[in-house]
């Protein structure tokens, strides 16, 4: 486990860059936090560490975005199940050849890989968070 104190969006994006170089094919990473933690921003720095020049936009109504099947990124908030998941073929690529990263994951939680990563981000002030990798 790591924890890493964040002062502003910028530190957080190059924490995330540096924590991609710790992920392989197949990783499923979860990320949890409360709504405007910044999920979406370590997203935005583990594409630019996995070398993805497209813009990372939140996946919100979309479900998933696919970044040339290099890194997928979730956000399972409006989904109601794993169930619901499984049927829009969103589980089909954990494991695969890409990474995975999940924001709201509990929403799905009967359907994730038993192994996975988790990264926590609690918001601590306006600007400060405290992101947890395990
Ligand atoms: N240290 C920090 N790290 C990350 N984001 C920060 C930080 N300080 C302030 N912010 C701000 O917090 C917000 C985080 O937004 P983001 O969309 O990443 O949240 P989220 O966790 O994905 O929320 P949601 O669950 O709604 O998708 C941004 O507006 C960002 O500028
Ligand atoms: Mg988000």
């Known amino acids: 486990m790591a924890i890493y104190l964040s002062g502003s969006e910028k530190a957080t994006i190059l924490f995330a860059k540096q924590y ?16 405007g933690a910044g999920k979406t921003v370590f997203v935005k720095g583990v594409a630019q560490g996995l ?20 890194l997928y ?14 049927s829009l ?7 695969g050849k890409g990474i995975c990263l999940i924001e709201w994951a509990e929403n ?3 359907v994730l890989p038993e192994t996975h990563k988790t990264v926590t981000i609690k918001k601590i002030s306006t600007e400060n968070r405290e992101i947890i990798c395990e």
């Open 73 to 86: 990124h979730y956000d399972c908030y409006r989904l109601k199940n794993g169930a619901q998941a499984e």
């Open 108 to 110: 799905i939680a009967d």
């Open 51 to 70: 070398g993805i020049k497209t813009e990372i936009l939140s996946p919100t109504y979309a479900y998933m975005n696919d970044y040339d099947g290099k």
């Open 89 to 95: 073929g969103l589980t089909d690529y954990f494991g």
């Open 20 to 35: 991609a170089k710790t992920l392989r094919a197949g990783d499923v990473v979860l990320l949890n936090g409360e709504m």
